[in-house]
């Protein structure tokens, strides 16, 4: 008998697609089972004055088959249609071809839960067997189906530089919602993530994550019938894109997860999904970092640096990371990129012999990089002037004075993963921060430039970590505006935002760790006042906070008092022993940074790991009545005991009353660390 419809099978959740005339549509996307029974999405009544793939629960179908509501495909031609060619079931997952008979398009639509994980991969090949070339003028990955009866709350991350994944939630109940980057780069604007649910069960939430990047969208259809549909691809800001005869045209992977625990569940598939992006790399722990940027600026000496060095080697640091300004013509921000040697005058001794002296402090030595980048005054520029982003008799634009190497080139991609190689090669480097602090203006070209430029970016990454696998590389560009699936595949760490004031970072990071995992979450002790929000926090908390991902230090520790070293190696030494726990347990987000209760919960077997912050007010607590904060945890067993010492409790009772947690004037932060004793 011929199979028409087919369950893919995450970890604890399943997906099930049926046959339906010319496209597949979803019958059930949830926990195992779910698909036991007649589809949620299932319409009746008679489709009116638009087409039935407007109101189905279609997988992914061009513009001839859903002409108004939103297609996943559209081709300059206008009104593709095809045919569902086949299904088969391949290694792991499933293989959908339809087939365009008027242009000879084939498109080949993939599916497959990660192994492990309530993650579903999703992604298209598109082949043109026609006899001429086909343009794309739009190219989502997939479309994702929602049942909102009562209306779609959408939930996603925005923001702007020093402010990104601030979280934000609205209830749509008609119509379309669309964030995105025109940017050629994630952007700081809006992360490419998205979760829904029904307006009237929050706990039941479906997200998608796009691994791209370059230009993106993620839109979502709320239609009248009780249904959101999300899709989710690449932006196709430089025009259509042409696919020759013969050739063939791949999407990024647009991912799913489903949860009934609401967005922190989601969270958590998330995280588990870029746990096994990591792969065998998160078995190595994340080093302690000390960067030097905000400490010294461009006002980088080998002297400064090595004495930097010495005081972060004393507080347990293990990578020393020199940021921007080690390189010639490096002053400030207007010359040096392009121009990848040590400057000479800072390093009268060698750049080797420095990198040395920082070793043998103990530390790994770390360097920032900014490859795809030059400044107009660079000898780069003067050699290859071709090499940017330009668009012929137009004025040029430049962002931070610099302008952004058009990587998509075959010898722009040589000189960029040469030159990192080389620096690789020459050094003793072990970690490597890549940064991008410009978005793209100009096209430059013809074609598909951001898709070029993404591939080639990919590909460098991909040749680094396979000819360098010891060295850790961090993602970074102007803070967080490159952060998504693709880099977390690709980076060790990535840098969320240039904003580590206290208060406006714990926003920040709490955003962060909805869609992503904290192995990921590079964050250092500075500083920093604060631009959003000004008030005073104590060094413990700002050492609390940074331990909430992969601690580092930024702040200038050479003004730092003996007191204040101290109580940072007490911080590192307490950090190292939990951080594997940080690194690899199942993350509670309790309460938020808007309220008095804000924590996060780290548990990874018998072991539980509790953050806290006081949001609040610092002055005047206990000196009239008042009660302990309690922070209720999640996922124990309520029937064990748990310890932090001379504290013990029940699991019932951490669950249900909560950890106490008692603020004082000097006391804004804590970290709890409890074992499973029975
Ligand atoms: C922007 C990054 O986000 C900072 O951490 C720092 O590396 C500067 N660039 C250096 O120019």
Known sequence: MTATAWTLRGATTEYTVRRAGSWLELVAWGPHGVSDGPSPLDFHGKVQYMAAGDVAAVEYVPDGLRPFLGPDLVLATRSTYWELAGVAEVAGGLRATFADRVSGLRAETHYRFAPGTDVIERWVTLHNDGPA??????LGSAGYCVPTPAGARLTYLCGQWSQEFTETAHVQRRGRFEIGSAQGVTGHQFSPYLAVGDAASPDRAWSVSLAWSGSWRIAADTDAAGMTRIRAGRSLVDGPVTLARG??????????AYSD??????????????????GARLDRPRPV???????????????GQAALAEIAAGLGVETFVVDDGWFTGRADDRGGLGDWTPDPATFPDGFAAFAERIRATGMTFGLWVEPEMVNPPSALYAAHPDWVYRADGRPMTTIRHQYLLNLGRPDVFAFVRDTLAGLLRAYPIGYLKWDFNRPRTEAGGIGDVDGAHVANLYRILDHLRAAFPDVVVEGCA??????????AARADVVWPSDNTAPMDRLRIQHGFLLAHAPHLMSSWVTDATGMFDDRPRSLDFRFVLAAAGSLGIGADIARWTAAERATAAAWVARYKAVRGVIAGGDVYRIGDPASPRCAIQYTLGDRTVVLAWNTGVLDGLGQVPGRDLRLPLRGLDAAARYGDGAATYSGAHLMAAGLPVRWTASHDASMTELRRLS
Do not use: Q
């Open 247 to 256: 050739g063939t045209l791949g999407t990024p992977v647009a991912a799913g």
């Open 261 to 278: 625990d609401g967005v922190g569940g989601l969270a958590r598939a998330w995280h588990a999904y870029e746990r096994a992006l990591a």
């Open 478 to 487: 102007a803070g967080g505006a490159r952060v998504d699936l693709a880099m």
């Open 133 to 138: 070339e086909v343009s794309v003028v739009e």
């Open 289 to 303: 970092v000390y960067n030097s940027w905000e400490a010294t600026h461009f006002d980088v000496t080998a002297d």
